[in-house]
């Protein structure tokens, strides 16, 4: 079976659902890298009074804002394989497997 389209919107959700969650993970980290001392003395002072002014907001920004790259990357992605890399390689090959037992 060759996969010759992939649905631009699909994509894009479903990239942006993966990405909302890197986000969240990198959120946490930040607010522990903010909030340890011994990490914290590690960002020079511009930074840390950056990072701090928004604190616990990190874990609810992070998530948002990556879930909106991750939606744009996915549409841009499709569109790229949909218009350019279908027409250069013929598609991408798949192979289904039905797991029912018989």
């Known amino acids: 079976m060759i996969l010759k ?4 919107l ?14 969240f993970v990198q959120g946490i980290l ?3 890298q903010i909030k340890v001392p011994a990490l914290a ?3 020079d002072a511009v930074s840390l009074t950056g990072l701090s002014t928004l604190s616990y907001w990190w874990i609810l920004v ?3 804002f990556m879930a909106v790259l991750g939606f744009l990357a ?3 992605l499709a569109l790229v394989y949909n218009l350019i890399i279908v027409r250069i390689t013929g598609g991408l090959k798949v192979e289904l497997v039905d797991n029912k037992k018989k």
Do not use: C, D, E, T
């Not at 389209?5 to 631009?8: D, R, Y």
């Open 5 to 8: 389209k992939i649905n631009v």
């Open 10 to 23: 699909s994509l894009g959700y479903v990239l942006a659902i993966l990405y909302a969650l890197m986000g």
């Open 30 to 32: 930040m607010v522990i």
């Open 41 to 43: 003395s590690q960002l």
């Open 62 to 64: 992070m998530p948002i």
């Open 74 to 76: 996915g549409i841009v």
